[in-house]
Structure formats: C-alpha cells, structure tokens
C-alpha cells in the first residue's frame, strides 16, 4: 500500500475489549467512510455510509447464529475504527473509490455498487483503424462516450460501420490486400478494403470522416445520404435507396436522442455541488474528463462571490492529463452513474456549457439547495459505495 493508514483517514477512535459495553463510541452520526483495523492496524472492512455511528454499532453487534456462519465477529479483531468524514452521498462514493483502490487494489473494483460504463474508440492513424468498444479510455485512441451500457456502445459502433461503409470482419480485413470479400461486399454495404478494392488510404480516410461524424459533425455525411438515397430512387433502385433511408432514420435517432451525437472525454466536464455539512453549506466539486478536485465550502449567501472562481476552477485544465487513464475511466464511471439518476440525482450536476452566466449558476444552485426539506432527501442513504448496504440504512 506504500501510506500508514493513519494518513488515509483523517480520524481514528480505539474500541473498547471485545467484553465492555458499546456506546457512541463518539462518532458522529454523519456520513463517512472507514475501516476497521485490528492491533496491527491492518484493514479489515471497509464501509461507506451516511451515518458512521449506527453503521459502526450495528457491525460491532453480535451476530446471531445464522449471521455467524456468514460473517466474522468483528468485536474478537478490531481494535480501531479509522474514517473520512463526508456530507453527501456522491462525496462518500468518490471519497470510497479513492480508499478502496489504495487499500484494496486488486478486488476494490467488484465492491463497487456501481458498474462501469463504455466508450468506443479509434485510431484512425494506424495502418487498419477499428471502432472498439472499452469501458477504459485508451491513450492513442479517438474516443467517444461514455454510454450507459455495452449494448449501447456496439450499437453506436454498429451505425458508424453502416453509415461509411467500414469493415465489419476485422478478422477479413487483416488479411489485406490478400483477404477474401465476406457477405457484406456481396450486400454492397461494404468497398472491400481487405483484397485491395479500396486502398488502405482511402479506407483510413473513411474512417477518419466517421469521426468526425461521432465527434459532432454529422450533417456532411447525411447530406451524401440523403442525395445518394434521392439517386438511388430516381434510378429506381429502391432496395438501395430503402437501406439509405434506414441508415438515415437510424442515425437521425441518435441526433435526437444525444443532441450532437454522444460527447467526447474530452467535453466530460461538471461543476457539482453538494452539500457540505448542515442546511447552509455546499461545496463544488471539478470534474475535468475524470479528474475530480474537491473546492472549499462555502454559505449559500455567499454563493454570488464563489461561483464565478467555481467556473474559473472548471477552466482549469491538465489535471486529467495526470491522471492514470484507468483511474479516469474510473471516475467518468462514478459521475455517470448520478447523471443516469437525472433529477434524483443528489446535489446538482452542472455541465460546463451551463455555467456561461454566473449570475444563473449562483441563482440554480442557491434554488436547489434553499429548501430545508431537500436536505433530508439529498443525504438519504443511497446504498453503500462499497455494494455493502448498511442495515436500516
């Protein structure tokens, strides 16, 4: 692990003999995330939670016969419970993922209770370019995402092959000029790069006009449709004009549903703001394509001064650059999962095409957090980041 322990969390309590009465402990009954250790001060559970004193209180309990079987008695090993404090759900996921990978560096991913989600990518460079689909960000890669799911992903791959013709038996195309035309050539939905048809340049070339397509710029293809489909019809040729039309109807599903196609990495940036203690206080947090920097707290009256140097940290780049591209995935992965949550999203997720105005941010986000009553719904106990869901939580 490389870091005493004592310097992963920020406090730290002794538990009393294994025989004494439990009390509070003097924990709080806030959110945190810890661990407890036994006399050496090795790890031996790690748990996130939105109330450290009940969570603590209720795995320190005696298991009953059945739990018995089923978990260890944590009374007979534990000597400390060590935490980080944090003041809404997203903080104690984020605040988890970073402990988790530190201390836990070969299984923390399967304790996860959020999955990842996928990106595809290319690189148009190389001598035979393929959209692949990943749920890791890949260095030389052009990359689009992320999706929600796998299927999603290879969907969006799927339409990308059909609307530049790309090939779609990578296994053929190796083979190049030297491969053998699969069913697509004979369908004409493909030029037949691999025995030398089409070149390889222009194949790349092909290639590279789909990512600019995926990246947002997708009306010069579907002009090139949409006149090859009126050919197609005037000649009669309606089969082919019919797979122009669908080709359209598909990619025009994605334009409305994903408004410029899907966003790069690159543009995967938030200002998100959560509550930092109590009814009055919220802190931002800058998601820079999956690096992630916490701000100071700050009142909601002051909220006119903070915001404009909360947009000015956004505009910060470069510290993703620094960043190991797994542990970017890994954060892309976090924040998506509350973006999927929408307007049940806790706290407020602003993307950076939103924060133009500074008068209307400070305005947005003093009206989602004014209200006394949202607090209670925001730190609700959403299910533990480690997927180990606190009883009565």
């Known amino acids: 692990m490389g870091e005493p322990i004592g310097a992963l969390f920020e406090k730290a309590v002794e538990l009393p003999p294994p025989d004494a009465l439990l009390d509070a402990l003097g924990l709080p009954a806030g959110g945190a995330v ?3 250790t036994d006399e050496n001060d090795n790890v031996l559970q790690t748990v996130g939670t939105q ?5 603590v209180l209720f795995r320190l309990a005696p298991p009953d016969d059945e739990k018995r079987r089923r978990r260890v008695d944590l009374r007979a090993v534990a000597r400390h419970v060590r935490w980080t404090p944090t003041f809404s ?20 991913r399967k304790e996860l209770a959020f999955g990842p989600v996928w990106f595809a990518g290319v690189d148009p460079a190389v001598r035979l370019p393929r959209w692949q689909a990943d749920t ?6 052009v990359t689009v995402g992320p999706f929600a799911d796998k299927a999603r992903c290879t969907a969006f791959i799927e339409l990308l092959e059909d609307l530049f013709d790309l090939c779609r038996r990578y296994d053929i195309l190796v083979q190049a000029p030297r491969g053998r035309p699969c069913v697509y050539f004979e369908m004409g939905k493909c030029p037949a790069p691999c025995d030398g048809s089409m070149s390889l340049d222009a194949y790349r070339e092909s290639t590279g006009r789909s990512v600019e397509f995926a990246c947002g710029n997708p009306e ?4 090139e449709l949409e006149e090859a489909m009126r050919l197609a019809a005037a000649e009669r040729a309606y089969e082919r004009a019919g797979r122009f039309k669908e080709v359209l109807a598909r990619a025009r599903r994605v334009l409305r549903s994903d408004g410029r196609l899907v966003p790069t990495p690159g543009e995967f940036r938030f200002l998100v703001v959560q509550r ?8 931002p947090f800058w998601v820079d394509q999956g690096a992630i920097r916490v701000g100071e707290p700050v009142r909601l009256r002051q909220l006119g001064e903070a ?4 947009i000015a940290g956004l505009e910060r780049r470069g510290t993703a650059d620094e960043m190991d591209l797994v542990h970017r995935s890994e954060s892309i992965w976090l924040v998506s999962h509350f973006l999927m949550k929408g307007d049940q999203a806790p706290g407020l997720f602003l993307p950076e095409w939103q924060l133009a105005d500074a008068d209307e941010a400070a305005r947005v986000i003093t009206q989602r957090f004014a209200s006394s009553a949202r607090t209670s719904e925001n730190m609700r106990d959403a299910g533990s980041p480690s997927g180990d869901v606190d009883s009565g939580e």
């Open 307 to 310: 915001v404009p140097a909360w």
């Open 89 to 108: 759900v997203f903080e104690t996921y984020w605040v988890y993922l970073n402990l988790a990978r530190r201390l836990r560096p070969a299984e923390y």
């Open 51 to 55: 109330n450290l004193r009940r969570s």
């Open 220 to 223: 010069p293809r579907l002009g």
């Open 136 to 141: 890791v960000l890949q260095a030389a890669a």
């Open 276 to 283: 930092a203690g109590g009814t009055s206080r919220v802190k």
């Open 34 to 36: 810890y661990a407890f």
